[in-house]
């Protein structure tokens, strides 16, 4: 049927948009053409110029594509109570997939409803969360489950698939999940097969322990046998920087056997997340309670300190550096920043040399772990610059992995409140910026295709991703000359600039640069 046969068997389109390069998200070279949208569907794609529609968006000397889908969000946090999600908007993202790194909530028929009741900007798609279905069920401490505890918590996974989960996420780095052992994770993830779902997992180590954590990942893939998603891929720690040469030739092993194995990652030099990464996990069993007490334990604390010892020196410090370097240790410590301090705000942005600096203490290893402690027991969260994104470095070879999706890693935020991860901001526009148009590092269709097709077909979905006939109309349309994040770890809430127009479901949510205030987007589950 040809293209102006099906518009007027339809009718006026409720929106074409004109005379873009159409990217469409599965590689191919661009091409210019018009897209017509009607019922939040995309129904033609050619010359339209002489077609009637209810709207026109002139995308002449832009780009029309798929909207992005963010395979690793923690949305789930706050899109309830900012629904836009105009962070997430402003950079092209048309659809979050939250509960990342063993978090969400895990009443997902009851999440579900409240999205649905009050709409949000982008669609949502969640992982049901392994530390909060094991700390509802046993709390935060350090054991095996019991026969009764595990069986438990398999019925809450099986609840959360048959209620539109896409999959179950673990962080075997933090507690509780910390404290699962392996075949404890497999009884689990074992849950989610006869429900097509897949494995998204934090490691347990990011770091010198890197390789045992992948295999740990495909171990727990092979034994339930369901595809397995490393989440944030990188190496965290200076003092091992290059290993991902290892890891992802490792990866390519295990697709070449047939495993079913993906990725993603976020374009930074620094994480985020909460400091009690710093200390030894033991530590923080029962809870931020317990390791106030044990802090207040001389012999304990002392144990506590020599372990974030250890760990700054294998996180922080560079491969034979010396601890008792002040240049070293300054160069160290200054890695470290804080992104939200509640109990004082005017440490936000501040690294652990900035404050050591300021109460005029010496900086030194030891100073510094204990004013980690002191900051872990207040609940602080920080960034860690312990990335390496030089150029041709561990950042560089993971985005060109064909099997690594774009993901910010972020949250939906209040508007200039603490000094939160840029990526929340800024990741998507940062990609095209940076290592598209600047470097050269990616081409622009395959950037795109790491943002799309590829997000896309990890969760199942065949009419998402790629604009074709028949396709959701999740459009992103934007200008590739100045398209840019704007968002600094210094100053980071400041939106993305270059995205024009963003519809999602049909609907416009953002229109020449400005929020519509529309709130289209839905939940969506697997292969939907």
């Not at 998200?25 to 002489?50: F, P, R, W």
């Not at 997939?97 to 969400?104: P, W």
Request: proline share 4%; net charge positive; charged share 25%.
């Amino acid at each position: 049927m040809s293209v102006c046969l099906l518009l007027a068997l339809l009718g006026d389109a409720d929106l074409i948009i004109d005379g873009g390069t159409v990217i469409d998200g599965t590689g191919s070279k661009g091409q210019v053409a018009d897209i017509a949208i009607e019922d939040g569907h995309i129904v033609a794609i050619g010359n339209l110029s002489d077609e009637k529609a209810k709207a026109r968006i002139n995308a002449k000397d832009h780009v029309v594509c798929p909207g992005f889908i963010d395979l690793h969000s923690h949305a789930d946090r706050g899109i309830l109570k900012y629904r836009p999600a105009e962070n997430y908007i402003r950079q092209g993202v048309t659809t979050l997939l939250c509960g990342n790194c063993g978090g969400s909530p895990i009443d997902v028929g009851e999440f579900f409803t409240k999205l649905r009741d009050g709409g949000t900007g982008p669609n949502i798609a969640l992982l049901v969360g392994h530390g909060s279905v094991r700390q509802s069920v046993m709390g935060r401490i350090n054991k095996v489950p019991s026969k009764q505890q595990l069986a438990e918590m398999q019925r809450i996974v099986r609840q959360a698939m048959e209620d539109g989960a896409v999959g179950m996420s673990t962080s075997l780095r933090y507690g509780p999940g910390a404290y699962a052992e392996t075949a404890e994770i497999v009884a689990l993830v074992s849950e989610i097969k006869p429900y097509r779902g897949f494995y998204a997992t934090h490691m347990r180590d990011e770091g010198t322990r890197i390789f045992e954590a992948v295999e740990e990942a495909l171990l727990i893939g092979r034994k339930a046998k369901v595809p397995v998603h490393i989440s944030h891929h990188k190496i965290s720690s200076v003092s091992v920087f290059g290993l991902t040469r290892q890891t992802l030739a490792r990866i390519d092993a295990a697709r070449k056997s047939g495993q079913n194995v993906t990725l993603d990652q976020y374009p930074y030099s620094a994480g985020s997340g909460g400091m009690d990464l710093y200390v030894p996990q033991w530590s923080l069993v029962g809870g931020m309670g317990e390791f106030r007490k044990r802090i207040a334990d001389a012999e304990t604390k002392v144990r506590i300190i020599e372990g974030v010892e250890e760990l700054l020196v294998r996180k922080v410090y560079r491969q034979g550096q010396d601890t008792k370097n002040d240049e070293h240790t300054t160069a160290a410590l200054d890695r470290i920043r804080v992104a939200r301090a509640g109990h004082d705000p005017t440490l936000e942005g501040m690294t652990i040399r900035d404050i050591l600096q300021q109460r005029r203490q010496p900086v030194t290893l030891r100073n510094g772990s204990l004013l980690l402690v002191e900051l872990i027991s207040k609940g602080t969260r920080g960034i860690n610059h312990t990335l390496d994104d030089s150029v041709g470095g561990d950042v560089d070879r993971v985005m060109a992995h064909p099997q690594t999706s774009i993901a910010s890693d972020g949250g939906v935020l209040e508007f200039g409140a603490g000094n939160p991860h840029p990526r929340s901001y800024g990741c998507y526009p940062r990609v095209l910026a940076r290592y598209v148009r600047e470097r050269g590092h990616l081409k622009l269709e395959e950037a795109i295709r790491k943002m799309t097709s590829l997000p896309a077909s990890r969760l199942g979905w065949k009419k998402r991703g790629t604009l074709k006939v028949g396709s959701h109309a999740d459009v992103v349309v934007f200008d590739p000359k100045t398209i840019t994040d704007v968002a600094t770890f210094a100053n980071p809430h400041q939106y993305s600039k270059g995205v024009h127009h963003v519809i999602v479901n049909g609907v416009a949510v953002l229109q020449d640069a400005k929020m519509t205030k529309s709130l289209p987007g839905k939940p969506v589950t697997l292969g939907r």
